[in-house]
Nanobody, 126 residues
Framework: QVHLVESGGGSVQAGGSLRLSCAAS????????MAWFRQAPGKEREGVAA????????VYSDSVKGRFTISQDNAKNTLYLQMNSLKPEDTAMYYC???????????????????WGQGTQVTVSS
C-alpha cells in the first residue's frame, strides 16, 4: 500500500511560482513511477508530469513543458513539482499519483496509477 500527501498549493498571480510537494510512504516497489495530475472545474483530469524513480528523463504535458519541473528526493521520499511562469489556465486541483507495476514504464495516463493523494489547490489570478 502507498500513502501520498500533497502540500504547497495556494493562490498566486500570473507569472508567479509555486512548488508542490508530495510526501510518500509505503512500499517503494509500488511507487517506482510518480506523477502529477491536475483537474480544473468542469474539466477532465489531465497529466502534468511523470518521472521514473529509478532514473529517466521526465515526461511533461505540452501545456507545462518549459515551465514546470518534476523532481524527487528519494532520501526524503518526496516528489516535487516546481511551477514557474504560472498562468490562469494552470488553476486546478493538483494530485500526486504512484504506480509500481510495469518496471520503468512511466506513462502520463491516470488509468495506470492506482495510488492517489487527496490533492492540493492551485489558483492563479490574472
Amino acid at each position: 500500500q502507498v500513502h501520498l500527501v500533497e502540500s504547497g498549493g495556494g493562490s498566486v498571480q500570473a507569472g508567479g511560482s509555486l512548488r508542490l510537494s508530495c510526501a510518500a510512504s509505503g512500499s517503494t516497489y509500488s511507487r517506482n513511477c510518480m506523477a502529477w495530475f491536475r483537474q480544473a472545474p468542469g474539466k477532465e483530469r489531465e497529466g502534468v508530469a511523470a518521472i521514473y524513480t529509478g532514473g529517466s528523463v521526465p515526461v511533461y504535458s505540452d501545456s507545462v513543458k518549459g515551465r514546470f519541473t518534476i523532481s524527487q528526493d528519494n532520501a526524503k521520499n518526496t516528489l516535487y513539482l516546481q511551477m514557474n511562469s504560472l498562468k490562469p489556465e494552470d488553476t486546478a486541483m493538483y494530485y500526486c499519483a504512484a504506480k509500481g507495476k510495469g518496471g520503468s514504464w512511466c506513462p502520463l495516463d491516470e488509468r495506470f496509477f492506482p495510488y492517489w493523494g487527496q490533492g492540493t489547490q492551485v489558483t492563479v489570478s490574472s
